[in-house]
Nanobody, 124 residues
Framework: QVQLVESGGGLVQSGGSLRLSCAAS????????MAWWRQAPGKEREFVAA????????YYADSVKGRFTISRDNAKNTLYLQMNSLKPEDTAVYYC?????????????????WGQGTQVTVSS
């Protein structure tokens, strides 16, 4: 059974930074494509960033491009999201997810395991 546990969320002022982590266990992390998603109150879950199994391919939503960086450490079974220049509109619960297949990173149905989420709140 795959388990994904996010950490690193919190309250930060606009313009600040946070680093999220996602610890994976019970699966084949080093061979899995992974992603970060987020969901704000009253809104649908939104794609943030994705990374292929070896970090050679990285994909970002336009809203975070140039501010967020996704990375991974396969030796530690851990996925990261470095978030800089945070804005109030980045406030959401952030989830890591394992991609199970399909041709696109941008649809929730291509992911089979999700973490419980970590809250990120950016104050203005």
């Amino acid at each position: 059974q795959v388990q994904l546990v996010e950490s690193g969320g919190g309250l930060v002022q606009s313009g600040g930074s946070l680093r999220l982590s996602c610890a994976a266990s019970g699966g084949t992390f080093s061979r899995d494509a992974m992603a970060w998603w987020r969901q704000a109150p009253g809104k649908e879950r939104e794609f943030v960033a994705a990374i292929n199994w070896n970090g050679g391919g990285r994909y970002y939503a336009d809203s975070v491009k140039g501010r967020f960086t996704i990375s991974r450490d396969n030796a530690k079974n851990t996925l990261y999201l470095q978030m800089n220049s945070l804005k109030p509109e980045d406030t959401a619960v952030y989830y890591c997810a394992r991609r199970s297949g399909g041709s696109s990173y941008y649809y929730t149905y291509n992911y089979d395991y999700w973490g419980q989420g970590t809250q990120v709140t950016v104050s203005s």
